[in-house]
């Protein structure tokens, strides 16, 4: 049905920069929304960036200032530019999608070293 396929992930440096890109393939009608989670060991998945079909983004307070998300809407595709990367930004980033139901990619890890 919908499939999402992330790339980018991998290891970065504090202070460094990597940038995550999502693509939605598939019969897909409509697209609400798409974005990315995270998830760290021992913590709960929490939201990274979302942006809506009009153009509406959300950020989580501990990434504001530093990552981006911006997308292409005639590839179906998201992308998160890290800026700034933290140790904390370590995490199975997850893409996410919003159409008939949520989806979601199967996980891309980054890793931060210091």
């Known amino acids: 049905q919908v499939q999402l396929e992330e790339s980018g992930g991998g290891l970065g440096q504090a202070g460094g920069s990597l940038r995550l890109s999502c693509t939605a393939s598939g019969s897909i009608a409509v697209i609400l929304a798409m974005g990315w989670y995270r998830q760290a060991p021992g913590k709960e998945r929490e939201l990274v960036a979302q942006i809506t079909r009009i153009g509406t983004m959300y950020y989580g307070e501990s990434v504001k200032g530093r990552f981006t998300i911006s997308r292409d809407g005639a590839k179906n595709t998201v992308y998160l530019q890290m800026n700034f990367l933290k140790p904390e930004d370590t995490a199975l980033y997850y893409c996410?999608?919003?159409?008939?139901?949520?989806?979601w990619g199967q996980g891309t890890q980054v890793t931060v070293s210091s």
């Open positions: 996410h999608a919003v159409a008939d139901q949520h989806y």
